[in-house]
């Protein structure tokens, strides 16, 4: 922590109670920090994520896509893995 954060820590202790809600308040409209844009955040990723599956979905269902068997897509993974040096972890029941 620097010094000038230490400081207005130091400050905002000093504060009455309404007087630090306030200002926390005000912080939270001046640099966006409300709960709400989190939540809209969430949401929006969220509904991303849900066109994502449904465009996917109709590619499947129009057959634009080729799909893969386990086997074929293991082989992929492991060329990859293969490729890059790098050891894959594999979990097998």
């Known amino acids: ?17 309404d007087e630090a809600r306030e200002l926390f308040q005000e912080l939270r409209r001046d640099f966006k920090l409300t ?4 939540a809209d955040k969430e949401a929006s990723i969220e509904a991303e994520w849900d066109a994502e599956i449904d465009t996917r979905v ?9 799909l893969l068997t386990a086997e074929e ?12 040096g790098i050891e894959r972890p594999v979990y097998r029941p």
């Open 35 to 38: 709960e709400d844009d989190q």
């Open 73 to 84: 897509s293991e082989r992929r993974s492991d060329a990859v893995f293969a490729r890059l």
């Open 58 to 66: 109709k590619e499947i269902e129009n057959g634009t896509v080729q």
């Open 1 to 17: 922590m620097t010094a000038t954060v230490k400081h207005i820590k130091k400050a905002i202790d000093s504060l009455a109670p």
